[in-house]
């Protein structure tokens, strides 16, 4: 192979030459490759920013809402940003409406009867903290449950569920759209959850945790995370039922 390498050494330049010397159009192919990549870049931008900006308009901004990671007390434009007239089912199968809570306090959470463990952890926090309150207290605050699930969450299942944690404990179902709508006007998130290969119906819920303090006129006081403990949420709820600020 050295020999022939030495003794074709003109020939194998020249061939070498010629292989490495691009086609006539392979700039403009590099130019083209070039373009498409910035065209693919520029168009999954595009993409990005319109799913961000429809998420905004159809959830809203939250934080600037609600001040979400202000430690949940409302800003002067959050009152009638949150919450809404709504129409849904009880536990019983009877329709109720928001108009049916007026003169009470309403701690409004949304999740789904088959939620692991953030959903059964929060109603149960709830359920501690209305235990705190004098029992005068106590009965101005209506708590509710608002399914994210309605297609497995039935007034029935609804109705075995809330037995568990309180009873005056309000759960709440409707229709997709129902559902889809009274979500909308809280700015909850929600969304259906399902592993490749498993069972159609073992699916899950991703949900927004938020629990939400509304006033006896329905509109927004401040909310609750998920991770507020019963003594804290049990301690603002006396304050404000006393008539202080929602700090």
Do not use: W
């Not at 390498?5 to 490759?33: F, L, V, W, Y």
């Not at 207290?137 to 809330?162: F, G, H, K, S, W």
């Not at 009873?167 to 979500?183: C, F, Y």
């Amino acid at each position: 192979m050295l020999e022939r390498m030495i003794m074709t050494k003109p020939q194998a330049d020249h061939e070498t030459t010629q292989r490495e010397q691009p086609p006539a159009d392979a700039g403009s192919a590099r130019g083209s490759g070039r373009f498409n990549g910035l065209a693919v870049a520029a168009a999954v931008v595009v993409m990005v920013l319109v799913a961000f900006v429809a998420g905004r308009h159809y959830f809203g901004d939250f934080d600037a809402v609600v001040g979400a990671h202000r430690g949940g007390t409302a800003p002067p434009n959050a009152a009638g940003a949150l919450g809404g007239p709504f129409t849904l089912t009880n536990q019983f199968g009877e329709p109720a409406s928001d108009t049916d809570f007026r003169g009470s306090f309403m701690l409004v959470y949304f999740g789904f009867t088959f939620c692991p463990d953030v959903c059964p952890m929060t109603l149960t926090k709830l359920a501690s903290a209305l235990e705190m309150l004098e029992a005068e207290e106590a009965e101005r605050i209506v708590p509710i449950l608002i399914t994210v699930d309605p297609a497995r969450d039935t007034p029935e299942q609804l109705r075995l569920y809330a037995e568990y944690f309180h009873p005056r404990l309000v759960a709440l179902t409707g229709s997709d759209e129902q559902i889809a709508d009274v979500a909308r006007k809280y700015r909850v998130y929600y969304a259906k959850v399902e592993e490749e290969g498993a069972d159609p119906d073992a699916y899950t819920m991703d949900h927004t945790a938020i629990t939400y303090l509304m006033g006896p006129d329905g509109t927004y006081i401040r909310h609750f995370s998920h991770q507020a403990t019963p003594e804290v949420i049990a301690d603002r709820l006396r304050t404000i039922l006393a008539g202080g600020p929602a700090v």
